[in-house]
């Protein structure tokens, strides 16, 4: 009866928490720019072309135009090159923003002509000056007074399954994203599987049951591959991984 109690005012919780962060701003219009469609991209299949081979090949028509907010490549060996024009009379963006992507390595050249300004990110690579490497990778564009378009190229490659959150954000409101509702549905997370340990750990010392013991080394676990993604820290362990 004790444990059907805890349960329930568990899930009672965040049920509380998930409806309440959905109303923190409520008048605030979405601060982000889901931009997938508006991209092209190239598989490219040796994964050693450059950036000049890349360009060449968009002007020979072998990207594909993307077709979803959100772009997904699957597990592929391929390198995957994203071709983003930037406008500021339409776009009014100020930084591009991968959210949420296990992306080992990512490659992002800001420019135009023969100008570019190379960054880089992942979760196996260490973020360049300037960039903001959490759960999110956030890139600057810094497009000068004067000029209006500019380019984005990335290049990305990973084991993982590759999904693309790419946005556009605003300097205004890019406090907005990076504290944006979904920190607390995830901190809401951790704090249930911390109660969930502490709960089985009670209950390993109180029954003196072996099979409570695994499960708090599985919760554990979990808990230390949880806040390692949110927090984006995974790259420290390296090659390693």
């Given amino acids: 009866?004790?444990?059907?109690?805890?349960?329930?005012?568990?899930?009672?919780?965040c049920c509380i928490t998930i409806s309440w962060s959905r109303s923190i701003y409520p008048d605030q219009e979405n601060p982000i720019q889901h931009v997938g469609n508006l991209a092209d991209y190239f598989r490219d299949s040796t994964a050693q072309l450059a950036l000049p081979q890349v360009q060449q090949a968009y002007k020979n028509g072998k990207f594909t135009k993307g077709s979803t907010d959100i772009l997904n490549?699957?597990?592929?060996p391929a390198a995957i090159w994203v071709r983003l024009p930037v406008d500021k009379a339409k776009n009014s963006a100020d930084y591009l923003v991968i959210d949420h992507a296990n992306i080992e390595?990512?490659?992002?050249?800001?420019?135009w002509g023969n100008r570019w300004n190379h960054y880089k990110a992942g979760s196996l690579t260490d973020p360049s000056d300037g960039v903001r490497s959490t759960n999110q990778y956030i890139f600057p564009i810094n497009i000068p007074e004067g000029r209006e378009i500019a380019e984005v190229w990335l290049r990305l490659k990973?084991?993982?399954i590759m999904l693309l959150p790419l946005q556009l954000a605003r300097?205004?409101?890019?406090?907005?994203?990076?504290?944006?509702?979904?920190?607390?549905v995830e901190l809401c997370f951790v704090g249930f599987l911390f109660a969930l340990l502490i709960f089985h750990l009670f209950l390993y010392f109180t029954v003196k049951d072996v099979a409570y013991l695994y499960y708090c080394l599985y919760i554990l676990s979990l808990g230390i591959y949880t806040i390692g993604y949110l927090c984006g820290h995974i790259y420290l362990l390296g090659n390693a991984i």
């Fill in 158 to 160: 990973s084991r993982n």
């Fill in 73 to 76: 490549f699957g597990n592929t």
């Fill in 171 to 184: 300097a205004d409101n890019l406090y907005l994203i990076e504290n944006s509702d979904n920190k607390i």
């Fill in 105 to 111: 390595r990512v490659d992002c050249y800001v420019g």
């Fill in 1 to 13: 009866m004790k444990l059907k109690r805890f349960v329930f005012l568990l899930i009672l919780l």
